[in-house]
């Protein structure tokens, strides 16, 4: 069955860095864009970044532009998120989830179960 299983919270200082993983499982990687999203306590879930499968195309939201950085490798079935120069405000559980085709944009069909990230000093 298709799973989605993200690993690589915790707890950092501001100005630090993360990086998040999202392995895949059950389906063909290459096949579809993965997102990122992320939810904070009594917030909306939002969209952080995506990547999509045919061009490796990218997007960010301007919350996180230029500080955190989405990339994949199909072969380790695998999709990342680096965090850099974290703030305060990026704290909440970060979730991947497959998008229903190759690009951004559409409708996602699974999730995984999320990992908490707590930026504080």
């Known amino acids: 069955q298709v799973q989605l299983v993200e690993s690589g919270g915790g707890l950092v200082q501001p100005g630090g860095s993360l990086r998040l993983s999202c392995a895949a499982s059950?389906?063909?990687?290459?096949?579809?864009?993965i997102g990122w999203l992320r939810q904070a306590p009594g917030k909306e879930r939002e969209g952080v970044s995506c990547i999509s499968s045919s061009d490796g195309s990218t997007y960010y939201a301007d919350s996180v532009k230029g500080r955190f950085t989405i990339s994949r490798d199909n072969a380790k079935m695998t999709v990342y998120l680096q965090m850099n120069s974290l703030k305060p405000e990026d704290t909440a559980v970060y979730y991947c989830?497959?998008?229903?085709?190759?690009?951004?944009?559409?409708?996602?069909?699974?999730w995984g179960q999320g990992t908490q990230v707590t930026v504080s000093s």
């Open positions: 989830a497959r998008q229903l085709g190759t690009h951004c944009g559409a409708e996602y069909d699974y």
């Open positions: 059950g389906f063909t990687l290459g096949y579809y864009a």
